[in-house]
């Protein structure tokens, strides 16, 4: 594939995936969906690698993976197509919204319609989280298990800030780290 078709097919997936899925989390379903099963340009595990790093990184998630498809496709023109893919359904969304604002805010057609997203994002987010799951349990990973488990039960049970959290799981990995590095210099 040219440099210029793959860029153009950065825009185009990114674009649309923005405008079917308009949400960060559900976009990264189908982004899994897009980049590893139709164009093969990733592996599920890399893919998986790229959803994580989305999810950890500051900012919006769907723009966070755009940056990071973008680059391990095609460098920084990669990023800057995949971004401008990402950002213009919303930026368009929001301006259509807003001229039309006083027309739709009444309307139970568009009341409706929103309610139906709800639901197809709720499936979305969904799909993430049992192939997040599942790619983590067919490794036989018990670290990362230990976490999700402390991590939910931290939220649920919990009255203090997710920053603590943030931090501890940070910590934590700071702290694997270390260890594999250590275990490897011992080999």
């Known amino acids: 594939m040219s440099r210029l078709k793959k860029l153009w097919t950065l825009f185009t997936a990114t674009f ?4 079917s899925a308009n949400s960060g989390f559900a976009m990264l379903s189908v982004m899994k969906n897009t980049f590893v099963e139709r164009y093969g340009w990733f592996s599920d595990e890399e893919m998986s690698d790229y959803i994580a790093l989305a999810q950890s990184a500051p900012g919006p998630i769907g723009i966070n993976a755009s940056v990071i498809v973008g680059y391990q496709s095609a ?5 800057l197509s995949a971004v401008a893919g990402c950002a213009l359904p919303p930026l368009l969304i929001m301006i259509m919204v807003t001229f039309f604002y006083n027309r739709i805010i009444d309307n ?11 639901y197809g994002v709720a499936a979305m987010l ?9 790619n983590v349990t067919r490794k036989g990973l018990i670290y990362p298990l230990i976490v999700i488990v402390i991590s939910f039960l931290y939220i649920n049970y919990s009255d203090y800030s997710i920053f603590f959290l943030a931090l501890a799981c940070l910590l ?3 702290v694997k780290a270390m260890i594999m590095k250590k275990s490897k210099e011992n080999i």
Request: net charge positive.
């Open 16 to 19: 649309l995936i923005s405008m």
């Open 172 to 174: 934590a990995g700071l």
């Open 108 to 118: 139970k057609i568009a009341a409706a319609f929103l309610k139906g997203m709800q």
């Open 75 to 79: 460098g920084m023109p990669g990023v």
């Open 126 to 134: 969904l799909d993430v989280i049992i192939s997040l799951f599942v």
